[in-house]
């Protein structure tokens, strides 16, 4: 009768077992969909934006000194036309790109379909400077650029607020734009090398033409969520 009971024991405790492995990989199994289902969104999302990006500025780019990236980011790489030399005013020919540029830019991001719409998170508008310390913003040469180039992505937005287009914009679709838009001033910290490269990763020098820059920045949601993705898999 012992033995009986001994052996009873045993078969309830692979039973057990074998539901907790049973759930564990259905748990399993569910995290991977999930985690699929994330990657794939996130790379849809880009996807479309991207296709609409280009379709609509790619015959515009190459007059304008424009590249339109896969991250989603409009660069502006002509730093004669955007600023004066350590200024953070806008010159008149990139004023002129900005009344093309922008009108048409915002109409793609509101004029997306809901669901897109609702996956942005940020549109950074993006100034870049070069290493040369600017001496009326005072003597540490990344701190002076970084209060340049704040001036300047601060300048390129209030511009953008002051278009006639921004004011025919309904409440709402302020509301969201307000939402949407930051103006980054990134100092030197992400300066190009000749190859347009981040210097800082490459180990390469600055060129400092290349690395002064404006860049409009789409953020999504699930560039957030993939970071999230990646720390867990970490």
């Given at each position: 009768m012992a033995k009986h009971n001994v052996w009873m024991?045993?078969?309830?405790?692979?039973?057990?077992?074998?539901?907790?492995?049973l759930f564990v990989a259905v748990a399993y199994m569910i995290q991977v969909q999930e985690n699929q289902s994330v990657l794939t969104d996130y790379v849809d999302t880009r996807?479309?934006?991207?296709?609409?990006?280009?379709?609509?500025?790619?015959?515009?780019?190459?007059?304008w000194k424009m590249v339109i990236g896969k991250d989603l980011s409009m660069k502006f790489k002509e730093p004669e036309v955007l600023f004066g030399l350590g200024s953070g005013e806008i010159q008149p020919?990139?004023?002129?790109?900005?009344?093309?540029f922008i009108p048409r830019y915002l109409n793609i991001l509101l004029t997306t379909d809901t669901a897109l719409r609702k996956r942005i998170q940020e549109i950074r508008i993006e100034g870049h400077t070069d290493d040369l310390t600017m001496k009326k913003y005072g003597n540490d040469p990344f701190l002076s650029n970084v209060l340049l180039s704040q001036e300047r992505a601060y300048n390129v937005l209030k511009y953008i607020?002051?278009?006639?287009?921004?004011?025919?914009?309904t409440p709402d679709e302020k509301k969201l734009l307000n939402y949407w838009f930051t103006a980054n001033g990134l100092s030197y910290g992400k300066a190009l090398d000749v190859n347009e490269r981040y210097a800082a990763l490459s180990g390469d020098s600055i060129d400092r033409d290349k690395s002064r820059r404006v860049e409009f920045r789409i953020v999504t949601t699930g560039d957030e969520v993939l970071e999230d993705f990646v720390k867990k898999k970490n």
């Open positions: 024991s045993v078969s309830d405790l692979m039973t057990g077992l074998m539901v907790i492995f996807k479309k934006l991207h296709e609409r990006l280009v379709d609509e500025f790619k015959s515009d780019a190459p007059r020919k990139f004023k002129e790109i900005l009344d093309e607020r002051e278009m006639p287009e921004f004011e025919e914009f």
